[in-house]
């Protein structure tokens, strides 16, 4: 007890916290997490929380997984770090391997003879409609999600001044992207909310409509739509494809944007129209990576090989900050030249490629292999599938969606006009409070509440994580 005072005040005296109104934070009590254990996190007064965020979606096998702590304490004994600017270390060699072997399209899965794009059977796939030769063979460091994002599109438009075609300078993103904090990342997002204020500092960038279903622009039902949401993209890109570098989008799930799930048959139109009008495309699976939507990676449910693919959050198992941007063959080669040609590409992070990172990395790579929580996924998926039928039936639920273990309920005044919550009421955080006070740590995204908990999370606290959910949804909107 005395510990929490002592810490809550010198907190409160000296931190400022992320994505918080600190004069809220001021007058609230602080939780404050001294452990953590498989999915649950413990405050120092004893407390424990069921983590239904994965704090903040990197934690994919659970917290202090054996494996991974004793790979981060044998790397400790070797070395911490050294820099990847000149020189190289041993578990980040070994992770890229590791990696570029598992990449969509790549030597794990079968290759489409006259494409190259991965061929599989799967309910969502429709064929290999587009000649895409590309494969991902080429790993760039870095270490979060934000700057992954940031290498991708400076490479981009590098990529295109390489190739010596010119006013390539711009990015096509969807309405309620979200891929990170830092400008160029921002310059892409679509959150007015977090990303309107900063607009004078932001480059220009061109905007298709979010594939949201329940709230479709074009005023269409899925299925049975047209796709206005392609067709858009596709006026964009016929109009102004010289000018665009790369569509960037967070394939199947716009995670920080509300869980927005795309419709079947989205990622892989939004593939093909790259295609067609020759820009790259940049899968940002820093949320939806790593088995999140019940496989690997996202892009697979729709065989889509992206040229530039952003992983980090899960990528360690959510231990220590790491990212990666992988590209193609075709990318890397566009900057190989004398160096007075100055086709380098000049950017690097003080903890690239950081050994500690890379071998938590590995460890969390062989949990997937030797634990597979993806062949144990399916029968959460369908327990949390059978939850949020439940939720949606409430009176303030207007939509409870998913894609695999990736959750959103998003609650609204009146279910039958959609009419939402206004932001100010903060509906999300009431709820999420209540919750918190039951022992469900959620972190809400305005009127969504969220629904990411560890792959590896027990069927029964699962249930009770929708119950709860369930219960302070109509304590809190009656
Ligand atoms: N891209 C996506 C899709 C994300 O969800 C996030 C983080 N929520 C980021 C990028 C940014 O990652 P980071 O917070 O590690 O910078």
Redesign the pocket.
């Known amino acids: 007890m005395e510990e929490q005072g002592q810490l809550e005040e010198l907190d409160k005296k000296y931190v400022w916290h992320p994505f918080t109104q600190m004069k809220d934070w001021e007058r609230e009590k602080t939780v404050i997490i001294a452990s953590g254990d498989g999915s649950y996190i413990e405050d120092v007064e004893g407390k424990r929380y069921l983590d239904g965020v994965s704090s ?3 934690n994919i096998h659970g917290h202090r997984k054996k494996e991974i702590n004793d790979a981060i304490k044998s790397q400790l004994d070797r070395i911490s770090h050294c820099t990847m600017l000149g020189l190289s270390n041993v578990p980040a060699i070994r992770l890229a391997e590791r990696l570029i072997k598992m990449m969509p399209g790549g030597e794990a899965g079968k290759v489409c003879e006259e494409s190259g794009v991965r061929s599989e059977e799967s309910e969502d796939f429709t064929s290999c409609l587009t000649p895409h030769p590309s494969r991902l063979t080429k790993v760039f460091y870095s ?7 940031e290498v991708a599109l400076k490479m981009a438009f590098q990529y295109w001044l390489h190739k010596g075609v010119k006013g390539k300078n711009s990015f096509l993103s969807l309405r309620n ?6 400008l160029g ?1 921002v310059s892409v997002g679509g959150v007015d909310i977090f990303h309107e204020v900063f607009g004078p500092l932001l480059f220009r960038t061109f905007k298709a409509p979010s594939p949201y279903c329940y709230r479709c622009e074009g005023g269409e039902k899925f299925p049975g739509c047209s796709f206005f949401c392609l067709d858009e993209m596709e006026n964009i890109l016929a109009a102004n494809h010289d000018e665009i570098a790369a569509v960037i989008v ?1 394939p199947l799930v ?3 944007g509300g869980m927005i799930v795309f419709p079947p048959g989205y990622l892989r139109g939004v593939r093909d129209l790259c295609t067609r009008y020759n820009v790259l495309l940049i899968a ?5 990576g790593f088995g999140r939507t019940g496989r690997m990676f996202a892009c697979e449910h729709e065989s889509v090989v992206p040229d530039m693919l ?1 992983l ?2 899960g990528i360690t198992g959510g231990y220590l ?1 790491l ?1 990666v941007t992988v590209t193609t063959e075709e990318v890397y080669n566009a900057f190989l030249g004398d160096f007075r040609d100055l086709k380098t590409f000049f950017h690097g992070h003080s903890y690239t490629g950081n050994p500690l990172a890379c071998a938590a990395a590995l460890a969390c790579l062989d949990i997937f292999e030797k634990e597979d929580p993806l062949r144990n996924l399916q029968p959460r998926i369908e327990t949390l599938e059978d939850g949020l039928r439940e939720v949606s039936g409430l009176a303030h639920v207007g939509e409870a969606r998913n894609r695999g273990l990736m959750a959103g309920v998003e609650l609204v005044r009146d279910k039958a006009t959609k009419e939402p919550y206004p932001w100010e009421e903060k509906m999300g955080w009431r709820v999420a409070n209540h919750a918190r006070g039951k022992g469900l740590f959620i972190r809400p995204l305005g009127n969504v509440l969220v629904i990411m908990p560890p792959l590896g999370i027990g069927e029964p606290d699962l249930r009770w994580m929708l119950a709860v959910i369930g219960e302070a949804i109509k304590k809190v909107s009656a």
């Open positions: 903040l979606w990197v270490d979060n999600g934000s700057t992954a994002v992207a979200y891929h990170g904090d830092t990342a967070e716009q995670a920080a940002d699976e820093v949320a939806t952003c980090s959050k900050p990212a």
